[in-house]
Structure formats: structure tokens, C-alpha cells
């Protein structure tokens, strides 16, 4: 049986979209065309997989750093979603939606190769009438100058006349329990003005809500204004607690007061970097091709400066903390709690503990870790030892390191145990451990 949605690209962006449309109702299948090129210019597709391959059986759409849960993977799949290797498929669907990856690459762009491949596998099969929606995180004017021509040379099919082109940038908060897929406003910017409404067709059975943009470079450039928004307000967080330890005030009893200002504050929180498949990655590329037009963001680059550099302050801290305590950085047994970009979930993209781990590392410290989502952790390509009795593990350590706030921690009872406890999320009760 036919399907109504493809689903291209079975990572971050595009199994959560799966799931809530396989849940509504939705019959949809999930292709994957597989990592980008290493070679391969940012700009340049790949070759597209091999034509013609039959559909693969049903298989468990998990992994270990998947955003579904393996309950949550197989109710997917009892649901009735299906993946496939076979790209005939995707021309048996009325609306496919590009999910792809992208990477920042060596030269600070975003690597859009997963993206061409995408599109170069679904323009051979496209069909007219077809919507096409890119929700992949790319640099505003994407869906245009990129996406467009590679579907129309690909299918000889002209976007906003046989075709619908929209983007909807994805917004899935992975471990997000209040923030559900139907509750997220979706943003939609089409070619033109029947391709918004063809893909907003497709979202209203999906979500409660659809906000219509201009067209797909207000859509793109929503992402933009929303990551650098989160972006620079946790460079001023993170510039703010370096500040107040040097002078000696509490930062964390500082927002508690602030946030109960009614207007003209949004509360935003400290940490040991930043993480995930974005925050990281949208700031420094926007600011590239800003700087490329002779516009550069500024302070977007100040705040990649910012947060770039915590991570290094955060072993500056242990240091300093360990020699207060007569210690030396040096044979210093450090654990540290929580290796995940988030609490709550196993994804460790582009999560700050690794680059602390290999800083308390330099000095010479032994390292080891414990998290409940993580139970294999490498740095420098070396395993970290993993500790299996936590309460255990943080008495005998000279210094325990939080660096993500998991919900099973009991941090007070970790307080009682640990012989030194750095917290850089200021989860702990107050005065029972040395706080960021």
C-alpha cells in the first residue's frame, strides 16, 4: 500500500517527525541515505545510493543515540512505520520531508552533502503534485538556491508549478515532556503561495498550530534568530558566572530573583559549554556567511567565544579546587556525572564533557564517569572507566565534576558522599557543593 509521507533521513529531525505522523494517522515510511561524504564538498552531491534495491524488512528505527526510546521505537513500529532502502519508494508518497544532517564541516560551514544526496534520490523518483518540505537546519536561502535546482535537473519537474517546495524548520526538543510534537507551533514558508498551503495541509495533521511564514528565507531564518536567541543569552549567563565567582556572589541566587521579574526578562542558566545538533553549529555558520557578505554577526561570534571557552574554565575551577584542598590536578581521581548534551536522554552531540574530560586528562588527572543513558564513553579515543557503584565512586574520588543534570541523581545524597563536589548547573541544594 502506498505511502503519504517519506520521511528522508532517520536522525535527530526526522524520527520524531515519523513518530508524530505515523501517531496521527499517517502512513509513512523512513528512508535513510546514509551519513555524508567525508570527501565530498559541502556544496557537492554524492553519488546517490544504488537504484533499485528491495525494500528492507522492518527494522528497529534505534540507536544509541536516538531520540526515541526502544518502547518508544518499537511502539513506532507496531504502528505501522516502516523503513526502506529502496528509492522507487519515494515516489509513491504525496508529501516527503528532507531530514538530513548537517555537520559543521572543517571549514565552519554547515555540509549540506546529505542534503544533496536527499535530494538528488527523491528528484529521480518525484512525482507531480508531490510536497516537498526541507526541515534539515541550513543557512537561509537553501530552499531556493539548493534544494530547487537539484530536484528540478533531477526530475525535470518545475518547483511551484508541478511540485509543491516549502521548508518548516524542525523545533523537537529531545526529553522535552511538556513541550510535546502537537503542542510546537510549526513554521512553514513556501515557493510560493500554494506550496505553503500544501505543506501546511500536511502539518495541521500533525499539530495544533501553523504559522505561516513569507516564503522559505523568513522560514530558515526563523532558526537562525531562535538558536542565536538561546545562544548568546547563555554567553551572558556563562560570562556572568565567571564574573560573580570572582566577586563573590551567588549567580544562581541572582536568576531566582531576577525570574520573578513579570516582564522583560526570560530566565536563561550557566554551564560547562554548549551542546546538541545545533546551538553549536547555526551561530558559527550564519556568522561565516554573514562575514562572507561583508555582514558579519557579531555578536554571534562573541558568543560562540564565549561558550567555546567554558569548558576550559570549568577545568580551571577544578584545579583551583583541588589545590584548596591541598591536591594536586595531577593523579587526581575526577569523576564526572553526566557526559549527555541534555538531561535525560543519551545524545552526546557536541556535549562540552568530552573536551573536559581531555583537559582534566592533560593535567593528569584519571578520569572516570557516570551516566545512566551512556554506558560506553571514549575519549581521545581511549574508554573511560565507568563507574557502576555511584555513591561508591564519588566518595572515592578526590573531586566529583556534574556536568549534566540527570534526573535520577540524587545530588544531595552525591553532596553527603563526594569529598569535593563542583556542580556547573546549579542543580544542588544550596551550600552543600561549590557551584559554577
Known sequence: MPADLAVIGLGHIGLPLAQAATLAGVRTIGYDPGPPSATAAPDTPAATPPQGRPAAAPATPHTPHSPLTPPEARRLLSAGFRTTDDPTALGRVRTAVICAPTPLGADGALDLTAVADAARVLAAHLRPHTTVVLESTVYPGT?????????????????????????????HDPGNRAHRYRTVPKVIGGLTPACTEAAAAFYARLTDKVVRARGPREAETTKLLETNYRHLNIAL????????????????????????????????????????????IDPNYYSYKGRSLGYPLRMVELAQEVNTRMPRYVVQRCATLLNEHGKSARGAR????????????????????????SRLMELGAHITYHDPYVHQW???????????????????????????????????????????????RGATPTGAAHRL
Open 143 to 171: 530552499t531556493e538556491e539548493f534544494l530547487r535546482p537539484l530536484l528540478e535537473e533531477g526530475s525535470g519537474l518545475t518547483a511551484g508549478r508541478d511540485f509543491h517546495l516549502a521548508c518548516s524548520p524542525a523545533r
Open 237 to 280: 549567563m556563562n560570562e556572568m558566572a565567571v564574573l560573580c565567582h570572582d566577586i563573590g556572589v551567588d549567580l544562581w541566587d541572582v536568576i531566582r530573583c531576577a525570574e520573578t521579574k513579570p516582564f522583560g526578562f526570560q530566565a536563561f542558566r550557566p554551564g560547562p559549554g554548549v551542546g546538541g545538533h545545533t546551538a553549536p
Open 334 to 357: 575526577v569523576l564526572l556525572l553526566g557526559v549527555t548534551y541534555k538531561p535525560d536522554i543519551g545524545d552526546e552531540e557536541g556535549s562540552p564533557a568530552r573536551e573536559v574530560a
Open 378 to 424: 571514549q575519549v581521545r579515543d581511549r574508554p573511560v572507566p565507568r563507574a557502576d557503584a555511584l555513591y561508591d565512586a564519588a566518595a572515592g574520588a578526590d573531586l566529583t565534576l556534574l556536568l549534566q543534570h540527570h534526573r535520577t541523581y540524587d545530588l544531595q545524597g552525591l553532596s553527603v558522599k563526594a569529598q569535593l563536589l563542583l556542580d556547573t
